[in-house]
């Protein structure tokens, strides 16, 4: 893996040279992302579904007793959901294709406890397949969540389990064409029905599942699919259920600090200035309060506001949103959810869809030159970028106007197949000739793929980034200001407002759960 990255950092290295090979490249700095990290970076939204026996029977954790026969979806449409999440600016979707109580929606072979036993299609149903079909036909990316954790199984706790449990994903990996990512929870061991005995079950979760072998599988079977877990390889937990992360973002871990099943909820928030492996952070959050369908959360779904706010505080924050939709029992996303999707996407397209600083030739305190002037930051290509020299940490870029504007939205990127840099900036605006900053509620620290800034909406005729610290020499490669209007400037929910269902993860330390629940 880590000569994976080494090799597409090279190759980016190569492909710029070859342009102007009078101009050096920076070198990369590690950790740096495999190509296929930052391909789902790109992603920025996508959405997840829940759905299953829970959805049936009015329960969050099914315990692993509910009757398949409950499960009916009369009015049961994959192309509708799709067609919402595409609405919604959705590149992929991400499908419980197992939740906790071990119910599967595709026909496995390995087990009776599965669509092949339900009114659905009188058995002959399969919704992985068709919701894989439905994304491969409107042109969006599909993905699996296969619960490690299995409360039906008799044998969960045994190795025998966990023989079943690589079956159950070998069928996934195979049959139902490429996916993205593949999502594993971290909620593991604790109470449930297993086969009757209806006992609690407690496993070694750093060594229960055998994730080498898993990752074997997957390397073999999807090697461009991204694993998400507690800790990665290809992407981690954000720490929390509120869907945001924090404005101090690093995409990197320490290695073997944080392992699937044992999160450091804190720490994953932000991630660690230190680490040594890439692997970014992806924020999980419900439309609804619970994950899964419940009718007395219908006047309970996320508003325009709240969604675009979470937007701001995911994807802006150097992090992917995953938003889930609980498809109600008639298998459908219900129609309030899908307004506010849609019109979610349409208010975030709305406030960032003029650029200030397209075409504007800025100037910087330093530039390496040739193809990596400062020009370079508002091409509005990925595959350019301001740099400085090497050893120069800070410099300052200017914006200068036309005529005045106004402005109270920021974007930065950074060019991150070279690896993450900044650790600190300030924007400034000119006011009658003397240099103020903008008044924001977050810190400015890290930048990585994304940074989006909501302030205060200044006057001026020019606007400066001072870059004040960074690891190694700046590799900026995108900035764009907007004018959003008045009406959403310092709108902020704040988190405690958007607590998901409540819950407890079984097995895991009082005070790490008390730290999630704030």
Same mark, same amino acid.
């Given at each position: 893996?880590k000569?994976?990255?080494?090799?597409y950092a090279?190759?980016?290295?190569t492909?710029l040279?070859?342009?102007?090979?009078?101009?050096k490249?920076p070198e990369?700095?590690l950790?740096?992302?495999?190509?296929k990290?930052?391909?789902?970076?790109?992603?920025?939204?996508y959405?997840?579904?829940?759905?299953?026996l829970?959805?049936f029977?009015?329960?969050e954790?099914?315990?692993?007793?509910?009757?398949?026969?409950?499960?009916?979806?009369?009015?049961?449409?994959?192309e509708?959901w799709?067609?919402?999440?595409?609405e919604?600016g959705m590149?992929?979707v991400?499908l419980?294709a197992?939740h906790?109580?071990? /119910?599967?929606?595709w026909?496995t072979? @390995?087990?009776?406890?599965c669509?092949r036993?339900?009114p659905?299609?009188?058995?002959?149903?399969?919704?992985v397949?068709e919701l894989?079909a439905?994304c491969?036909?409107?042109?969006?990316?599909?993905?699996? !969540?296969?619960?490690?954790?299995?409360?039906?199984?008799?044998?969960?706790g045994?190795?025998e389990?966990?023989?079943?449990f690589h079956k159950?994903?070998?069928?996934?990996m195979?049959n139902y064409?490429?996916?993205f990512?593949v999502?594993?929870d971290?909620?593991?061991?604790g109470d449930g029905?297993?086969?009757?005995?209806?006992d609690s079950?407690?496993?070694d979760?750093?060594?229960y !599942?055998?994730?080498?072998?898993? !990752?074997?599988?997957?390397?073999?079977? =999807?090697p461009?699919?991204?694993?998400f877990?507690d800790?990665?390889?290809?992407?981690?937990?954000v720490?929390n259920?509120n869907?945001f992360?924090?404005?101090?973002?690093w995409?990197f871990l320490r290695?073997?600090?944080?392992?699937?099943g044992?999160?450091k909820?804190r720490?994953?928030q932000?991630?660690?200035a230190?680490?040594?492996?890439w692997?970014?952070?992806?924020?999980?959050v419900?439309i609804?309060?619970g994950?899964?369908?419940?009718?007395?959360?219908?006047?309970?779904?996320?508003?325009v506001?709240? @969604?675009t706010?979470? !937007?701001y505080r995911?994807v802006?924050?150097?992090a992917?949103?995953?938003l889930? /939709?609980p498809?109600?029992?008639d298998?459908?996303?219900?129609?309030?959810d899908?307004?506010n999707?849609?019109?979610?996407?349409?208010?975030?397209?709305?406030?960032?869809?003029?650029? @200030?600083?397209a075409?504007i030739?800025?100037?910087?305190s330093?530039?390496?030159?040739?193809? /990596?002037s400062a020009?370079?930051?508002?091409?509005?290509?990925?595959?350019?970028?301001?740099?400085?020299n090497?050893?120069?940490?800070?410099a300052?870029?200017e914006?200068d106007?036309?005529k005045?504007?106004?402005?109270?939205r920021?974007?930065? =990127?950074?060019y991150?197949?070279l690896?993450q840099?900044?650790k600190s900036?300030?924007?400034?605006?000119d006011?009658d000739?003397?240099?103020l900053?903008v008044?924001?509620?977050e810190e400015t620290?890290t930048?990585?793929?994304?940074?989006l800034l909501r302030f205060e909406?200044?006057s001026?005729?020019? @606007?400066?980034?001072?870059?004040?610290?960074?690891r190694?020499c700046?590799c900026?490669?995108?900035?764009?200001a907007?004018?959003a209007?008045?009406t959403?400037?310092? /709108?902020?929910?704040?988190a405690?407002?958007?607590?998901?269902?409540?819950?407890?993860?079984?097995?895991?330390?009082e005070?790490?759960?008390?730290k999630?629940?704030?």
């Amino acid at each position: 893996m880590k000569i994976n990255k080494l090799l597409y950092a090279g190759a980016a290295l190569t492909l710029l040279g070859a342009c102007a090979p009078a101009v050096k490249a920076p070198e990369a700095i590690l950790p740096v992302p495999e190509e296929k990290q930052v391909d789902w970076q790109k992603m920025e939204t996508y959405a997840f579904v829940h759905f299953g026996l829970n959805t049936f029977n009015d329960r969050e954790w099914g315990y692993g007793d509910s009757e398949p026969k409950t499960f009916n979806p009369t009015k049961l449409d994959c192309e509708q959901w799709v067609k919402t999440f595409v609405e919604s600016g959705m590149k992929g979707v991400i499908l419980t294709a197992k939740h906790h109580d071990g /119910f599967c929606l595709w026909p496995t072979q @390995l087990t009776e406890y599965c669509i092949r036993n339900t009114p659905y299609k009188d058995g002959k149903g399969d919704i992985v397949g068709e919701l894989a079909a439905a994304c491969k036909k409107y042109g969006i990316k599909f993905a699996v !969540y296969l619960s490690p954790w299995d409360r039906h199984q008799a044998n969960y706790g045994t190795p025998e389990y966990v023989d079943y449990f690589h079956k159950q994903l070998t069928e996934l990996m195979t049959n139902y064409g490429e996916v993205f990512e593949v999502w594993f929870d971290g909620a593991n061991g604790g109470d449930g029905w297993y086969g009757g005995a209806k006992d609690s079950r407690t496993i070694d979760r750093k060594t229960y !599942y055998n994730y080498p072998r898993i !990752y074997e599988i997957l390397d073999k079977l =999807q090697p461009q699919a991204i694993v998400f877990s507690d800790g990665g390889p290809g992407c981690r937990w954000v720490g929390n259920e509120n869907g945001f992360a924090g404005a101090t973002n690093w995409s990197f871990l320490r290695a073997g600090e944080v392992y699937p099943g044992y999160p450091k909820y804190r720490e994953l928030q932000y991630g660690h200035a230190d680490g040594n492996q890439w692997v970014p952070a992806e924020c999980d959050v419900s439309i609804r309060p619970g994950w899964f369908y419940h009718p007395e959360e219908d006047d309970r779904v996320k508003t325009v506001e709240q @969604l675009t706010d979470l !937007y701001y505080r995911s994807v802006g924050h150097n992090a992917t949103l995953l938003l889930n /939709f609980p498809v109600d029992r008639d298998g459908l996303i219900h129609p309030i959810d899908s307004a506010n999707a849609v019109n979610f996407h349409k208010n975030v397209q709305k406030q960032l869809a003029h650029n @200030l600083l397209a075409g504007i030739r800025p100037k910087a305190s330093d530039e390496r030159g040739g193809q /990596f002037s400062a020009k370079a930051a508002t091409d509005e290509s990925w595959d350019t970028y301001w740099a400085t020299n090497d050893g120069v940490t800070a410099a300052d870029i200017e914006f200068d106007f036309p005529k005045t504007e106004k402005v109270n939205r920021m974007m930065i =990127q950074e060019y991150i197949p070279l690896g993450q840099r900044v650790k600190s900036f300030i924007v400034e605006y000119d006011k009658d000739g003397k240099w103020l900053p903008v008044k924001l509620n977050e810190e400015t620290t890290t930048v990585g793929y994304k940074r989006l800034l909501r302030f205060e909406t200044v006057s001026t005729d020019k @606007l400066r980034i001072r870059f004040t610290d960074a690891r190694a020499c700046l590799c900026i490669n995108n900035i764009e200001a907007y004018y959003a209007g008045e009406t959403a400037d310092t /709108f902020t929910v704040e988190a405690k407002e958007l607590k998901s269902y409540p819950f407890t993860l079984v097995g895991v330390p009082e005070e790490e759960t008390k730290k999630m629940h704030g």
